[in-house]
């Protein structure tokens, strides 16, 4: 039996291994050669999901060692998805000041993945213009994994992990039911827990697939509405002990022995349960 519970033991520890996340994706930043003209702008590596952002940028002319007036410059903002797909254009971008700013809609990063903006400005004579491109990623918590969040969270999960199998494994081991009751919710809770966290870390950082977020979501489902059925199991199952025991204890003290008391309890209320 206990070279069974080992071996679930160990494709639990695998299960949730796999699971970890240890890297940050990378992400490629592309800046085209200016020509005469240079566009500052800020290098966002991430973006969150559906959520609403303002692109900012400036236009440095190095020959007069100043920012470009705005009356003489006209700048074009786009913005590519994964598939090579133009998901959104604005032309002629009217700045405020030097600062040109392009606010795009939640709507325009409904896919997970890479995303690549372009920005293309000349003066109007023609005579100098620039080009920068920049790609970015776009998940659900709008940060990128890395090493220490990594680290933290699979330390984390590993801890948790450990409670378990030793809460488990006690479960097997310990007799008296009191302890049993006590540890079944322990692994009942970390349990929850534990596939609450891997749901929420896999959907909030990955940037492809969501199968192993939708997989932890659904045991995280099944295991909190399992709660409810468990819970009224176990107010029965400790009124069920208490009468029990009850009942051999009214026995002996009406001078029977323990151990006549105890079958007879047992015929009567059909000894699912010692309670010892």
């Not at 949730?16 to 702008?41: D, H, N, R, W, Y």
């Not at 995280?220 to 509405?225: M, N, Q, R």
């Not at 819970?231 to 009468?243: E, G, R």
Request: glycine share 8%.
């Amino acid at each position: 039996m206990y070279k069974k519970f080992n071996f679930v033991f160990v494709m639990l520890f695998f299960l949730l291994a796999i699971s970890f996340v240890s890297a940050k994706p990378p992400v490629q930043s592309t800046i085209v050669a200016p020509m005469g003209l240079q566009i500052e702008a800020t290098n966002v590596e991430y973006l969150t999901q559906g959520v609403d952002h303002t692109f900012r940028f400036r236009v440095y002319d190095a020959q007069v060692n100043n920012y470009t007036n705005p009356a003489t410059v006209t700048c074009n903002f786009g913005l590519v998805n994964k598939y090579g797909d133009y998901i959104y254009n604005q032309t002629d971008v009217t700045p405020t000041g030097y600062v040109y700013a392009v606010e795009v809609l939640g709507g325009n990063f409904t896919d997970l993945g890479a995303y690549h903006k372009g920005i293309n400005c000349q003066l109007d004579d023609g005579s100098k213009g620039a080009v920068l491109t920049q790609s970015f990623q776009v998940n659900n918590f709008g940060e990128g994994l890395d090493t220490a969040h990594s680290i933290k969270f699979n330390s984390a999960m590993l801890f948790m992990m450990i409670l378990f199998v030793m809460a488990l494994v006690g479960l097997f081991k310990i007799e008296n039911y009191i302890g049993k009751f006590a540890l079944y919710w322990v692994c009942h809770v970390l349990f929850i827990v534990g596939t609450f966290s891997m749901w929420q870390f896999n959907w909030g950082y990955t940037i492809s697939y969501l199968g192993m977020a939708g997989f932890w979501k659904v045991l995280f489902y099944v295991s909190t509405i399992a709660v409810f059925p468990m819970l009224i199991l176990s107010l029965a199952w400790i009124i069920y002990i208490h009468t029990f025991n009850d009942h051999i204890q009214k026995l002996i003290n009406k001078g029977e022995k323990p151990e006549t008391a105890f079958n007879i309890t047992k015929k009567k209320y059909g000894g699912w349960f010692s309670g010892k």
